[in-house]
């Protein structure tokens, strides 16, 4: 069971360190310059993306969606919390100090980054019929059509 757990926690802190790297890189490189922040702030959720769609891809290419999608799930959640919550204090700035917008929009905006990679990675997957239920069912019609032949009695 620890095998299944080490791959959702080693997922969630690669979240969590593409977040704490683009609040040192605008932190340290672009202080004061929203414009660049929000470029960094866009970038950084295009990787998020980009890294669960390549992990959507691997883990469904060897699991079930229900397997994989629980773990990827509470992958998102443990990397969500602390990018929400410990992320801002890395860098020095208080998780509530924008206010309640600017953190519920950091939550849409990180839940809709994961959704929309993972959904590609999926996609992506099935497209390609590589995914765990399609190569399941290729096998199956390989052992219906691969039916020895009949020993006719007389």
Same mark, same amino acid.
């Given at each position: 069971m620890s095998e299944r757990?080490?791959?959702t926690a080693v997922?969630? *802190?690669a979240l969590f360190a593409v977040n704490v790297v683009?609040? &040192?890189?605008?932190?340290f490189g672009f202080d004061g310059d929203d414009t660049a922040a929000?470029? *960094?702030?866009?970038?950084?959720?295009?990787?998020?993306?980009?890294?669960?769609?390549?992990?959507?891809?691997v883990w469904g290419r060897r699991r079930p969606v229900a397997a994989w999608g629980a773990d990827m799930a509470a992958?998102?959640? *443990?990397?969500?919390?602390?990018?929400?919550?410990?992320?801002?204090?890395l860098v020095g700035d208080n998780p509530f100090g924008g206010g309640a917008g600017?953190?519920?929009?950091?939550?849409?905006l990180y839940l809709a980054a994961a959704g929309v990679?993972?959904? &590609?990675?999926?996609?992506?997957?099935?497209?390609?019929?590589?995914?765990?239920?399609?190569?399941?069912?290729?096998?199956?019609?390989?052992?219906?059509?691969s039916k020895p032949r009949r020993v006719v009695r007389r």
């Open positions: 757990w080490r791959g997922l969630a *802190v683009a609040r &040192l890189v605008t932190r929000d470029r *960094v702030s866009l970038g950084m959720f295009m990787v998020i993306g980009l890294v669960l769609a390549a992990v959507a891809f992958a998102v959640g *443990v990397a969500l919390l602390l990018t929400v919550l410990v992320g801002p204090l600017t953190f519920f929009a950091q939550i849409w990679g993972v959904l &590609l990675g999926y996609l992506l997957l099935t497209a390609l019929g590589l995914d765990h239920r399609s190569q399941s069912l290729k096998r199956y019609a390989e052992l219906r059509a």
